[in-house]
């Protein structure tokens, strides 16, 4: 029987191709298959017309590769989903060679020269399913797809029809919950930049926040650290650590420790352990990367997740046909 959530998933895939008009037919996805939410990833593609959808998975700590196929297989089939083709651990290169949409997904990365050498320029294209200024060379060889005229282009995420990036600040508020803060009444301070910043703040205000400010600059933060209940840190492209010896905070510990300030992260290397043995709470309770979402939007719910890759799998198609609308953002071209 197909539980809640999976129905659920179905039917807000069905309405994010219908909102986007999306159409597959006759084309290969080569994707991946994860855990939780992205198990619905290759049902997505299927569901978007593709002719055939290869699935790649493999172990991670959130799961085994082989519970993920499971997972997909066993929906796939309790809807009538056949042409789904599943590989845990290696792709085989004619599967890459044959594939007209490569989605840069994390169990198919590194999409490196050698990946990318059996990638057929003519006929196939790679959607980042993620804005194209996210760019990470460590994911993606940008410069062998330029240089080779594979074609490669970023979601704009908040299209008008989607409004995906909206939910940053959805995903703020419930990361403060989650710490144990209130967010109404607390003074917070949000380190970042307008991208990601702006929309924490904005989250915070709507839930009643007494102040929040966006802040850069040191000097700022030790004026407003004293009276702050928490760091609430989203600055995408910071690639110093924040805390310990050297660190962009290094200076700030004393201050946070005497007054119980707290530390979510969204971005940014952030040492965890670290901060609780200095008495700091800090959410999550694991390291945090540069670069990296420490929770995806998936976070707050199925639909920013969904309306992100079915807009993904626009823009492939987009690319595929050359009829880009403001929805692409085109890379290499």
């Avoid at 407003?224 to 700030?252: H, K, M, R, V, W």
């Avoid at 965890?272 to 800090?282: D, G, P, Q």
Wanted: with cysteine.
């Amino acid at each position: 029987m197909i539980s809640f959530a999976d129905q659920r998933a179905l039917r807000l895939t069905r309405q994010a191709i219908k909102t986007l008009d999306v159409n597959l037919d006759g084309y290969t996805v080569l994707t991946e298959v994860g855990s939780g939410m992205y198990k619905y990833t290759p049902i997505i593609a299927s569901m978007c017309g593709a002719r055939r959808v290869v699935a790649c998975t493999r172990d991670s700590r959130y799961a085994k590769g082989s519970e993920n196929i499971d997972h997909c297989s066993a929906l796939a089939k309790s809807t009538g989903i056949g042409n789904i083709t599943f590989y845990n651990g290696t792709i085989p290169t004619e599967e890459i060679r044959e594939a007209d949409i490569i989605t840069n997904s994390g169990f198919l990365r590194p999409l490196d020269k050698n990946f990318l050498s059996h990638v057929d320029p003519k006929r196939t294209v790679i959607p980042l399913m993620f804005e194209a200024w996210e760019i990470r060379k460590s994911d993606i060889d940008i410069d062998y797809c330029a240089k080779n005229g594979i074609r490669v282009a970023g979601t704009w995420e908040n299209y008008p029809s989607i409004k995906v990036f909206d939910s940053v600040g959805t995903l703020a508020v419930k990361m403060a919950f989650e710490a144990g803060y209130e967010v109404h009444g607390n003074n917070i301070v949000v380190w970042g930049d307008e991208h990601f910043g702006k929309q924490a703040l904005e989250g915070f205000l709507k839930v009643g926040a007494s102040t929040v400010e966006l802040v850069n600059n040191i000097d700022r933060l030790k004026d407003l650290l004293p009276s702050a209940d928490f760091i609430y840190i989203c600055d995408y492209n910071a690639d110093q650590p924040y805390f310990a010896t050297g660190g962009l905070f290094e200076q700030l510990e004393t201050t946070m420790t005497e007054n119980f300030i707290g530390v979510v992260h969204l971005y940014g290397d952030v040492d965890a352990e670290y901060l609780a043995s200095r008495r700091i709470n800090v959410y999550p309770r694991f390291n945090g990367r540069s670069k990296l979402m420490t929770f995806t939007l998936g976070h707050v719910g199925l639909r920013p997740i969904i309306n992100l890759q079915t807009a993904g799998f626009k823009v492939a198609q987009e690319m595929l046909t050359g009829n880009l609308s403001p929805l692409s953002q085109p890379v290499t071209y």
